[in-house]
């Protein structure tokens, strides 16, 4: 459990940075082709947050690719509520305004919009986990083989 806090706390970190640079430090418009960093960089720091926790959890020792699995899900789940309360918290102090880039925006209330972004964060993080944590592991356990 140690790994999948220390990991997961690792992603949620890159996730803070991120959007404390680009709301608060550089303000980004909605429309800006810089936003397609954010996605793309969180899904990077996910991966290299899994293969390290699996490798971690490894220790130079055989892994079974059920407890690769399991490390990685854990990890993602660490991730998906750190970074949900991160958001939660963050809504609460800044208000709706946070929802701008929302792609929900204009059509629904704000409680809405954040109760569909909490979802998609925390529900994607897990699937994305999972699917992640299938592949590494499955590198990894078929790489101790040979």
Do not use: C
């Not at 954010?38 to 699996?54: E, K, M, T």
């Not at 750190?82 to 609460?92: H, R, T, Y």
Request: hydrophobic content about 55%; overall charge positive.
């Amino acid at each position: 459990m140690k790994i999948a806090i220390k990991y997961g706390l690792l992603i949620t970190l890159v996730v803070v940075i991120w959007v404390l640079i680009t709301h608060f430090l550089f303000s980004i418009s909605p429309e800006s082709k810089i936003n397609i960093l954010g996605p793309i960089l969180f899904n990077l720091a996910s991966i290299v947050a899994i293969y390290l926790g699996i490798k971690a959890k490894q220790g130079g020792k055989a892994l079974s690719f059920k407890e690769g699995i399991k490390t990685g899900v854990s990890i993602s789940l660490v991730y998906a509520l750190s970074a949900s309360i991160f958001f939660l918290i963050l809504f609460l102090l800044v208000g709706p305004s946070l929802m701008a880039n929302e792609p929900m925006d204009q059509n629904f209330p704000p409680w809405q919009r954040a109760l569909g972004a909490f979802a998609g964060l925390f529900f994607g993080a897990l699937i994305l986990g999972l699917v992640y944590s299938t592949i590494i592991s499955f590198l990894l356990v078929r790489r101790a083989r040979t």
